[in-house]
Every structure is written in structure tokens, then in C-alpha cells.
């Protein structure tokens, strides 16, 4: 594979199609992992879908065949060729399959969540948290003496590896992220440009959504109606870029794992027809790069941007909802409004309502598995203790500029018996 220049565009339709249409295959034939009642669930949701917009995203494990990786002669052009040869070569397993382009206000954050609403349902950040259930649950089942078809037991105790440390992580995303590497298509684009200018930035100084889509190179909230609540969640192209320093595992599964270096994002597979190599540059290595302190810089690891022309179908009205999906796991969970399809939260979010993935639910199944956690009086306490991860995040968040504050989700870790 082509190792690139930092931040740059890789040309590899190829790959960026493999990606791209293992990801479709399992979004299309959900047959082949779901039974009964999860599929009849999951083909609800994705008939709510038929006109409506969504974003559909996939993190997908490339892993090389290791007998058949040396067996491709070189000076072979042909693009079909290629295709086959790589399909030979490479093994493509979707981890997940996520949909959704909805934001929680801060208001219903501060007024309901104490660590059980999901925050940001856009389907990059939903792929991510959903990965780091994955790697919980798939932990919890090699301390119960089963097998994992994705990690196993590291030399070190207590941590865990993948079993094939060249599998590399393929982010499919089947629009550009919202944010800094999509706002000059959004200049350029059909958006009403009077609704969002010069409506200025939220009361921490950061660009809400598309306000002010000249200024270019800056961090910006998540996009919504210029008239909706203050969200103070970072887009995910900002979200993304942190994640080239901090790896794709979140504070619950970071310390679990030997090797952080092996859980970057590789890839991000985009469409080819929305690309804009410009931007892309600029939002995922060269605003931030030459800011960012030197001591922090090893730990960057830079993704390469796919692209792929297979189309997404989708329409023009935003839908609500969002699927959570793990073709590796048969997991299926729908989220509405931060919380599970179909349940109220009017009197409170019962814990039994709360999705898998909420800051609640993961931390409770990282304390299972190391009971240690429990010992810290509140979720701000344990986060604290990561010191090295916190400071990394600290200084990229310094480097990008003008981060802001986050909405505070803080709730107690003595949760009794679990
Ligand atoms: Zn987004």
C-alpha cells in the first residue's frame, strides 16, 4: 500500500471501493447476520429511512492475508486487475454500521443525561464509541475463556492486542464530515447562505456550525438550524483530527489495551464526487500541525482520505433516528434523540433506556473488567487520572484553537452491584 505525504489525498478508488461496498453489502443484507426480531428491527429503521436524509458510516478492519500477501507480481495497470488482486489480498471485515446526523442541545445534556444520553448521534462518532463497545465486550469474552475474532490476550496482564497486528482501520463515511473539511462545499453548496452569516459564535468564543463559511481552518460546533439550542459539540472533522493523536480507543478501553499505535484510523473513505483535496489538506494536517507542542507531535499518526464512487442513496429530509449496528457482534440497537428508539424521557432516563455505548453503560462494563475504576468517587475523577492522554488531547485542542468548552456529563461510579 502507498504510504503518503501527511494529510494528502490517496488516489486509491480501488480500495476506497472495497471499503465502501463491503460496508453497502452489509447495510443492504442485514439477513446474513440478524434473526427474527433483531431484523425485523433493524429493516424498520431502515425503511423509516427511505425518504429521509441520513449519513451512513462504517469502520471497517482491513486485515492483509498473510498467505497470500507476497503473491501479486508488480506491472499489472489494469484497474479490474487490481481490484481482484487486492480482494486476493486483503481481508475487509465491517466492524460497524452506524447512521444519524442529530446533536443534543446542552440544555437536555445539563437538564437529563448524568451520563446516559448520547451527545453527538452523527454516524462518524457513533462508529467510534460503538468500536470501543466492541473491544469491552470482546475483552470481557476472552476473561470468560472464549475467543475473539479481533484481539487477544497481550503479553502484559490485564491488556489485550488485536491477533493480526496489521489490521488497519477504514473510516467510510458516505458524506465529508461537518466542519472544517466540508465548509467550502457548504460555501460552494445549495445551503442558504443568509441563514447562517455572521451570526457570530457561541458564548465560549467557537464558531457555531456554519457560521461565518469563509473563515476556513477554525474549530466549529456541530452544524444545526441557525434558530436550534446551543450545541457545544466539536464537528467531526475537529473530533476526527483529535483522533490522529489519541487513537480511535476511547478513556474506557485505553488502558485495557497493550499497544495503543495499532487503533489509529488509516483510512477515511469518502465520496469521490465531494472531495476537495484543498480542504482536506488544510483540515487534517495543515491547520494545526506547526501548532501543536513538538513533544506531543509522536504521537500523531496521520489517516489518508480514500475515495470511492459508489453512491449512498439517500433524499433530503433529516431523520431522527439512528442505527447502531455490529455485523462482527450481530449487535442492533436504534437511538432516538440520544436515547433508545421508543423509550420516554420524561421523568428522567431510565438506565434501562440509556444506549450501550452512553458514558453510563461503557463505564460500567470497563469497571467489570477492571474493578480499580470503581474506586474513583465520579466520571471527571477517572478521566482526570488519564493524565498523559489529557494533557495529549489538551495540547492538540490548544494547536487547532478555539475549542471552547464541552458540555459537562458528570455522574458518580458507585453504581452498586453492576
Ligand atoms: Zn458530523
Known amino acids: ?140 469474552e476472552i476473561v470468560k475463556g472464549r475467543t475473539s475474532t479481533l484481539l487477544r490476550k497481550a503479553d502484559m496482564p490485564g491488556k489485550y492486542t488485536l491477533i493480526n497486528k496489521k489490521t488497519q482501520f477504514a473510516l467510510y463515511i458516505s458524506e465529508i464530515p461537518c466542519g472544517d473539511c466540508s465548509i467550502d462545499n457548504t460555501k460552494h453548496g445549495s445551503l442558504d447562505k443568509t441563514e447562517w452569516e455572521d451570526k457570530g459564535t457561541t458564548k465560549t468564543g467557537v464558531a457555531r456550525g456554519r457560521n461565518n463559511f469563509d473563515k476556513v481552518g477554525i474549530v466549529r460546533t456541530k452544524p444545526g438550524r441557525s434558530d436550534s439550542l446551543v450545541s457545544y459539540s466539536k464537528s467531526c472533522s475537529d473530533k476526527l483530527c483529535l483522533k490522529q493523536f489519541t487513537s480511535l480507543l476511547s478513556c474506557h478501553t485505553y488502558d485495557l489495551i497493550e499497544d495503543h499505535s495499532l487503533f489509529y484510523l488509516k483510512y477515511l473513505v469518502l465520496p469521490e464526487a465531494k472531495i476537495n483535496t484543498t480542504s482536506i489538506q488544510r483540515c487534517f494536517y495543515g491547520r494545526f500541525i506547526d501548532n501543536v507542542e513538538e513533544r506531543h507531535l509522536k504521537n500523531f499518526k496521520n489517516l489518508s482520505v480514500l475515495p470511492t464512487d459508489i453512491i449512498f442513496e439517500t433524499k433530503n429530509t433529516p431523520c431522527n433516528t439512528s442505527i447502531l449496528y455490529s455485523p462482527m457482534t450481530a449487535f442492533l440497537q436504534v437511538l432516538n434523540n440520544g436515547i433508545k428508539d421508543g423509550c420516554s424521557s420524561k421523568n428522567g432516563i431510565k438506565a434501562s433506556n440509556q444506549s450501550e455505548i452512553s458514558r453510563e453503560s461503557l463505564m460500567k462494563k470497563a469497571i467489570l473488567l477492571n474493578r480499580i475504576l470503581a474506586s474513583f468517587e465520579n466520571y471527571q475523577c477517572f478521566k482526570e487520572s488519564l493524565a498523559e492522554r489529557r494533557s495529549l488531547k489538551l495540547a492538540v485542542k490548544n494547536g487547532l484553537g478555539g475549542w471552547g468548552k464541552s458540555s459537562s456529563d458528570n455522574f458518580s461510579l458507585h453504581f452498586g452491584k453492576i
Open 1 to 140: 500500500m502507498v504510504e503518503d505525504k501527511p494529510g494528502f489525498v490517496n488516489n486509491d478508488l480501488n480500495l476506497g471501493n472495497l471499503v465502501s461496498s463491503c460496508a453497502l453489502e452489509c447495510y443492504n443484507h442485514p439477513e446474513k447476520v440478524l434473526k427474527d426480531k433483531q431484523l425485523t428491527k433493524y429493516r424498520s429503521a431502515k425503511n423509516g429511512y427511505l425518504d429521509k436524509f441520513t449519513v451512513l458510516a462504517s469502520l471497517v478492519a482491513i486485515i492483509p492475508k498473510e498467505s497470500e500477501q507476497d503473491s501479486s507480481d508488480e506491472g499489472e495497470p489494469e484497474p479490474k486487475r487490481r481490484k481482484v488482486k487486492l480482494e486476493n489480498a486483503l481481508e475487509v471485515m465491517p466492524l460497524t454500521l452506524t447512521t444519524g446526523l442529530k446533536t443534543m442541545p446542552n440544555e437536555r445534556i445539563q437538564k437529563l443525561s448524568n451520563g446516559r444520553l448520547i451527545h453527538d448521534c452523527h454516524a462518524e462518532i457513533l462508529s467510534i464509541r460503538l468500536l470501543n463497545l466492541i473491544i469491552l465486550n470482546e475483552i470481557a
